[in-house]
């Protein structure tokens, strides 16, 4: 009997070995050694450093006023892509489903955009903003469209928004289609003999069927905004000057571009590592609450 468990216990330790041996190379020992550097004031390169304490963490968040601004920056970006991205995701999957016909030509055509680089995505867009638009807005109604979109602050923010909801709606759009599909029509059907319109159907029925998909699109979009960095790279580069630019480039910025402060960007990173767990801690206790609920 003992000989049969070990035998079980280690098939499934060869199984879950290799992508543990990955994560432990590229995740975990980085994110280990950069709690290390985060108390030091390593350059990167110097093979001698002194031991700092605490001094990175105390400067970042009181004496670095372009980090807290990225901060507040990121953290604007972050409200707006949870909403809107599941806002949107969840409109199109609902749209989706309920069509009889062509649902496959629907789901590939809103989940190509997640299969280009976004990086590439960036530099396309950039073309638009910088081209298309003011082209458009000459020849067409649309004179709306003949602004700034990337040069000026009061739009750049929206460009970095469009660009990144037309990347990433598409991938939460098959998560939530999945959730959708897993209702049962039972429930449906005896709302509808029940009186209860679409809207009713939705809210009473088929949202509290799907808040596992919830939790788990939440959970990424949270995510994926705190760490966005190839959007702003590439379309904006956090400019005109600073005012769109995100904890990541300022942390990249710090360690790679300008400053070679590699251990004030770790001490700024694991600032960042902190506030994404806190964030992610609150969000999956209250959404997996909802989900008990339901």
């Not at 649902?103 to 396309?124: E, H």
Request: proline share 3%.
């Amino acid at each position: 009997m003992l000989a049969k468990q070990v035998k079980r216990y280690a098939s499934l330790f060869g199984f879950l070995a290799p992508s543990l041996i990955l994560y432990t190379a590229f995740l975990l020992i980085p994110m280990l050694g950069a709690m290390y550097y985060s108390i030091t004031d390593w350059n990167g390169l110097n093979p001698t450093y002194d031991f700092v304490g605490l001094t990175n963490f105390v400067e970042a968040l009181k004496d670095d006023p372009d980090f807290l601004t990225s901060l507040w920056f990121t953290l604007k970006y972050v409200v707006f892509m949870v909403v809107l991205q599941n806002v949107f995701a969840l409109f199109l999957a609902v749209l989706i489903e309920s069509r009889t016909r062509s649902k496959g030509f629907f789901r590939t055509l809103f989940f190509m955009p997640n299969m280009i680089s976004m990086i590439i995505g960036a530099f396309m867009w950039t073309f638009i903003f910088t081209q298309v638009t003011t082209q458009l807005a000459e020849k067409t109604f649309l004179t709306f469209m003949d602004q700034s979109w990337i040069g000026d602050p009061k739009f750049s923010f929206f460009s970095i928004i469009i660009v990144s909801l037309w990347n990433g709606v598409g991938y939460m759009m098959i998560i939530y289609l999945a959730g959708l599909q897993g209702v049962p029509q039972s429930l449906k059907e005896a709302a509808v003999i029940d009186g209860a319109n679409a809207w009713q159907r939705f809210r009473s029925v088929t949202l509290p069927m799907i808040t596992h998909a919830v939790t788990i699109c939440f959970f990424l979009t949270l995510n994926g905004a705190f760490k966005v960095f190839e959007v702003v790279y590439g379309l904006t580069g956090g400019g005109p000057g600073r005012s769109t630019q995100v904890i990541t480039m300022n942390i990249y910025e710090e360690a790679f571009s300008n400053n070679f402060r590699y251990g004030y960007a770790s001490a700024k990173s694991i600032i960042l590592f902190i506030i994404v767990l806190i964030v992610t801690i609150i969000q999956i206790s209250v959404t997996k609450r909802r989900e008990v609920e339901s």
